[in-house]
């Protein structure tokens, strides 16, 4: 059982905790099992030497994903086919500060894919930067580094992201309309109402995982990003439901003669067309949202 001053620690500092960890790791999983870890960290120590708790808790949390993140890259690289993050879905979050924070700082899910590109260390510096508003002082101090070694980290951090000329904001009110327009173009089979509502360098990846089918390479440009859905679409019998995943209009489809899939989209920078289409279809990503 946990001492009330140690429940009180938990219930202020988790949804801090996990949105660090589900921005660092692209998964909720082991966002939330490295959030467990943490705490149990905690009680083996003793709180009252703590004195600034979520630095403490924070420090020992990067790191924890830090090393997470060396030993799944060398996994990931025997992955079948693309490896996507996992979609967060959006609910009402009153009474759940966990769910009310996500809600308010959302990471769009196209933010998530990039971040994969970047190496540990970077991905780190990125978030608690970025995301969190940490000043350099504080990051060097949690990850053991120099100020000046953390400035370049973000810089090149911030290089690679803004490289792939995507947007990585997010952008609910503009994808409604088009995602609702991709799903009756869909269930339309209307090909050339698909091809206006890509840009011509649209890219779609897919992530099956090795356990269900999936393009094993990304797919481009927007003619075969069409011919693709169009070819796989005919296999979605189930249902179709526009849902909130990482802040703005996704698709989630489910039903008896299909796999559970989500979908999630990126726009172009004129936020006219879609640009990125993510599909994940790998069952192990997938169960937190049905």
């Known amino acids: 059982m946990m001492s009330m001053q140690m429940e009180d620690v938990y219930l202020e500092y988790k949804p801090l905790l996990f949105s660090i960890a589900y921005r660092m790791l692209g998964t909720v999983s082991e966002a939330e099992d ?16 703590i004195h600034h708790m979520k630095s403490y808790l924070c420090k020992v949390l990067t790191n924890r994903c830090l090393d997470f993140l060396k030993s799944a890259r060398r996994k990931r690289e025997h992955y079948v086919g693309e490896w996507l993050p996992e979609p967060l879905p959006d609910v009402d979050g009153r009474g759940d500060p966990l769910r009310a924070l996500m809600q308010e700082e959302a990471i769009s899910y196209g933010l998530l894919v990039l971040m994969e590109n970047l190496s540990p260390s970077e991905r780190a510096v990125y978030v608690l930067r970025s995301a969190l508003g940490y000043e350099y002082r504080e990051i060097a101090q949690m990850l053991e580094r120099a100020e000046p070694a953390c400035r370049k980290l973000y810089s090149r951090a911030q290089q690679k992201i803004q490289a792939a000329q995507m947007r990585v904001d997010v952008q609910p009110e503009h994808a409604q309309r088009l995602v609702e327009q991709f799903v009756d ?11 206006r509502l ?25 003619k075969h990003v069409v011919a693709f859905l169009l070819g796989v679409s005919r296999n979605w019998s189930g249902i179709q439901q526009i849902c909130s995943l990482n802040g703005q209009p996704g ?40």
Request: net charge negative; aromatic share 6%.
């Open 198 to 222: 890509l840009s011509q360098d649209a890219v779609l990846i897919s992530d099956g995982g090795g356990k269900t089918r999936a393009a094993i390479r990304p797919i481009s440009p927007d």
């Open 251 to 290: 698709i989630l489809m489910y039903g008896a003669e299909m796999r559970p899939t989500a979908i999630s989209f990126v726009l172009d920078e004129d936020l006219e067309r879609i640009k990125r289409i993510y599909i994940l279809l790998n069952p192990d990503k997938v169960k937190h949202l049905f």
């Open 34 to 49: 490295i959030v467990q870890e943490t705490f149990l960290t905690l009680a083996r120590d003793d709180i009252g030497d």
């Open 185 to 195: 173009a869909i269930q339309k089979e209307d090909a050339a109402a698909l091809i």
